[in-house]
């Protein structure tokens, strides 16, 4: 299975941010999207996720199982925001992301176990801090299983350790043959990653 | 779909969730129409089916921006469009707003007959026109779905959605008020009206949640 961009351009707002990326990213591999702020690293993840459209030339994941029609329902994407719902509680809403997504290997609790927030599952999501809710946003990815992860900033408020943590994670996604494409600012610990770096665009 | 369902019925009925608001809207203008229109219980009596007609519409209005904007504002909606592949996105779209009905706009229609009374109804026009709000107001939801669709990425749609549903409402308006003035008042038909009320529920059931959802996927900038 891989990921392949064939000439891939984005532009926001009419305006052409990135033009002719062509790329692949095979099982067990990670690419890390650099550069700085407003270049279209987010933009190209959305593109990857099939929420925004591509202004010329596509990315499509190939040799994918047949469960999966595009590259949008192969993946997971974890952005800026949680989606979760502040007035349920944490295991309300990761049952709920299971039940839609589709039931994985591990279950809520051992999902929230991982993240270390077993204990207060029973919470309201709103009650958490910055780092427990993006922690609570990485037990969506645990909860149900796709091949691509694509992560926007996905350390972003948290602390050293929970950082190693997410490291590992991705880690053993990636031995499982996933993919994993994430927009970075930070090193995220992955021993064999690539690097993608974002320049102007002329 | 069943998981959705459960979380936006769940959601309306918490704290903030505004299931609450709605009725209260309805139970403000109902109870203020008497001391607007003055004692005169015949007058009352005749306006009341419109009335309470007019109230259950706009209160239904009311809650309706939030439909998606909510789920837009944190992200939900991203991966609700992104699973469109294993849950149909029309599919995801009707089933919200079945779950804002039930919670939000139900309770109207289970405090219409209440209404009523204030209204010095007879209990053949109270009843009549529960019936006619429980078969029309899913239309009006359903029409507004997609009001709130065209909105979401606005920052203060929730007037706009208003404006941009109200206009497409008034035929639920109309057939749903002269169904319930033909249960009282002999030559007037109730059928006729009932069954065309009920046809504009089943097709905008359809047509609804289908451009709802091709609105919600051309706003995911």
Same mark, same amino acid.
């Given at each position: 299975?891989?990921?392949?961009?064939?000439?891939?351009?984005?532009?926001?707002?009419?305006?052409?941010?990135?033009?002719?990326?062509?790329?692949?990213?095979?099982?067990?591999? =990670? %690419?890390?999207?650099? *550069?700085?702020?407003? /270049? +279209?690293?987010?933009?190209?993840?959305?593109?990857?996720? $099939?929420?925004? @459209?591509?202004?010329?030339?596509?990315?499509?994941?190939?040799?994918?199982?047949?469960?999966?029609?595009?590259?949008?329902?192969?993946?997971?994407?974890?952005?800026?925001?949680?989606?979760?719902?502040?007035?349920?509680?944490?295991?309300?809403?990761?049952?709920?992301?299971?039940?839609?997504?589709?039931?994985?290997?591990?279950?809520?609790?051992? =999902? %929230?176990?991982?993240? *270390?927030?077993?204990? /207060? +599952?029973?919470?309201?999501?709103?009650?958490?801090?910055? $780092?427990?809710? @993006?922690?609570?946003?990485?037990?969506?990815?645990?909860?149900?299983?796709?091949?691509?992860?694509?992560?926007?900033?996905?350390?972003?408020?948290?602390?050293?350790?929970?950082?190693?943590?997410?490291?590992?994670?991705?880690?053993?996604?990636?031995?499982?043959?996933?993919?994993?494409?994430?927009?970075?600012?930070?090193?995220?610990?992955?021993?064999?990653?690539?690097?993608?770096?974002?320049?102007?665009?002329? | 779909?069943?998981?959705?369902?459960?979380?936006?019925?769940?959601?309306?009925?918490?704290?903030?969730?505004?299931?609450?608001?709605?009725?209260?809207?309805?139970?403000?203008?109902?109870?203020?129409?008497?001391?607007?229109?003055?004692?005169?219980?015949?007058?009352?009596?005749?306006?009341?089916?419109?009335?309470?007609?007019?109230?259950?519409?706009?209160?239904?209005?009311?809650?309706?921006?939030?439909?998606?904007?909510?789920?837009?504002?944190?992200?939900?909606?991203?991966?609700?469009?992104?699973?469109?592949?294993?849950?149909?996105?029309?599919?995801?779209?009707?089933?919200?707003?079945?779950?804002?009905?039930?919670?939000?706009?139900?309770?109207?229609?289970?405090?219409?007959?209440?209404?009523?009374?204030?209204?010095?109804?007879?209990?053949?026009?109270?009843?009549?026109?529960?019936?006619?709000?429980?078969?029309?107001?899913?239309?009006?939801?359903?029409?507004?779905?997609?009001?709130?669709?065209?909105?979401?990425?606005?920052?203060?749609?929730?007037?706009?959605?208003?404006?941009?549903?109200?206009?497409?409402?008034?035929?639920?308006?109309?057939?749903?008020?002269?169904?319930?003035?033909?249960?009282?008042?002999?030559?007037?038909?109730?059928?006729?009206?009932?069954?065309?009320?009920?046809?504009?529920?089943?097709?905008?059931?359809?047509?609804?949640?289908?451009?709802?959802?091709?609105?919600?996927?051309?706003?995911?900038?």
């Amino acid at each position: 299975m891989q990921l392949v961009a064939e000439r891939l351009s984005g532009e926001r707002g009419g305006e052409m941010l990135f033009s002719g990326l062509n790329f692949t990213i095979r099982s067990g591999e =990670a %690419l890390l999207v650099t *550069g700085p702020n407003g /270049i +279209g690293k987010s933009t190209l993840l959305r593109i990857a996720a $099939g929420l925004l @459209r591509p202004a010329e030339g596509a990315l499509h994941l190939e040799g994918k199982s047949a469960e999966y029609d595009s590259l949008g329902s192969a993946s997971h994407f974890l952005g800026h925001l949680n989606a979760m719902k502040p007035a349920l509680t944490l295991e309300e809403n990761l049952h709920f992301w299971q039940s839609f997504c589709g039931i994985g290997k591990r279950t809520v609790l051992h =999902a %929230l176990e991982m993240v *270390g927030l077993a204990d /207060i +599952g029973h919470l309201p999501f709103g009650y958490l801090s910055t $780092g427990q809710k @993006r922690r609570a946003s990485i037990a969506r990815l645990l909860v149900s299983d796709r091949p691509v992860w694509l992560l926007d900033e996905p350390t972003a408020g948290l602390d050293k350790d929970s950082e190693a943590q997410f490291s590992e994670f991705m880690q053993a996604h990636l031995a499982d043959g996933g993919i994993v494409m994430a927009a970075t600012h930070l090193p995220l610990g992955l021993p064999h990653s690539r690097e993608l770096t974002l320049g102007a665009f002329v | 779909m069943g998981a959705l369902f459960i979380r936006d019925a769940r959601l309306g009925l918490r704290a903030g969730g505004g299931a609450l608001v709605g009725i209260l809207f309805f139970l403000a203008v109902i109870a203020v129409v008497p001391f607007g229109v003055g004692p005169d219980l015949k007058l009352l009596a005749r306006i009341g089916a419109a009335m309470l007609w007019i109230g259950a519409l706009l209160a239904t209005l009311l809650g309706l921006d939030r439909l998606f904007q909510a789920d837009r504002d944190d992200g939900s909606l991203d991966i609700l469009i992104m699973a469109s592949d294993r849950h149909m996105l029309t599919l995801t779209v009707l089933v919200k707003c079945l779950a804002h009905w039930t919670v939000s706009v139900l309770p109207l229609v289970v405090a219409a007959p209440l209404l009523g009374l204030f209204m010095n109804m007879e209990p053949v026009a109270i009843a009549a026109t529960t019936l006619t709000l429980l078969v029309g107001t899913p239309a009006i939801t359903l029409i507004g779905a997609v009001g709130a669709a065209v909105a979401v990425s606005l920052p203060r749609g929730g007037l706009l959605v208003s404006v941009i549903v109200l206009p497409l409402t008034i035929p639920v308006l109309i057939f749903g008020v002269s169904a319930s003035y033909g249960a009282i008042e002999d030559p007037a038909p109730f059928l006729a009206p009932f069954l065309i009320l009920g046809a504009i529920t089943l097709f905008f059931s359809v047509l609804g949640p289908w451009a709802a959802a091709a609105a919600l996927k051309s706003s995911t900038d």
